[in-house]
C-alpha cells in the first residue's frame, strides 16, 4: 500500500522535530503555506524513509540564478541519511552555485565544494 503524504503532515513533522534554528517562530499554518510555495517555485527537497514512513528530513532554499547562490533557508534532518540525498541533489543540479544561508542571524558564504565532502564524510562515518 502506498502511504500518500500531504503539506499538513510535513508541516506536523516540521513542528514535531524542530529546534530554535530552524521554522522559528513559525506557526503550523505559516509552515504549510512556506511549504506550499517552495514547492511551487521548486525549492523544497524532502528526504524520507521508508522502513519507518515517516519524514527524516527537509531543505527549503531559494536560488539566485543571476549570481548562482543557493540560499538555505531552513533544513531540518532527524538522521544523517537525508543530508546525502540533498547533497547529491546540489551536486547534480547546481554544483556552480555557491551555497549561502544565515547562521546565527549572521549571512554566511560556504566553500560549497568543501562543505559538501565534509558532511558526506560525517555521513559516511555515522552510517558505519
Request: glycine letters at 4%; a neutral charge.
Amino acid at each position: 500500500m502506498i502511504k500518500q503524504h500531504t503539506i499538513e503532515m510535513l508541516a506536523d513533522w516540521i513542528l514535531k522535530h524542530r529546534n530554535s534554528e530552524v521554522f522559528v517562530g513559525d506557526t503550523k499554518e505559516s509552515i504549510a503555506l512556506g511549504i506550499q510555495e517552495d514547492v511551487k517555485n521548486c525549492c523544497l527537497l524532502y528526504a524520507f524513509d521508508d522502513n519507518i514512513m515517516d519524514f527524516i528530513g527537509v531543505l527549503s532554499y531559494k536560488l539566485d540564478k543571476e549570481s548562482k547562490i543557493f540560499f538555505i533557508r531552513n533544513i531540518l534532518i532527524t538522521k544523517h541519511t537525508s543530508l546525502v540525498y540533498f547533497i547529491n541533489y546540489f551536486r547534480m543540479y547546481y554544483s556552480d552555485y555557491r551555497i549561502t544561508g544565515n547562521r546565527d542571524n549572521q549571512y554566511v558564504q560556504y566553500n560549497s565544494f568543501r562543505l559538501c565532502n565534509l558532511l558526506m564524510k560525517q555521513s559516511i562515518k555515522e552510517q558505519e
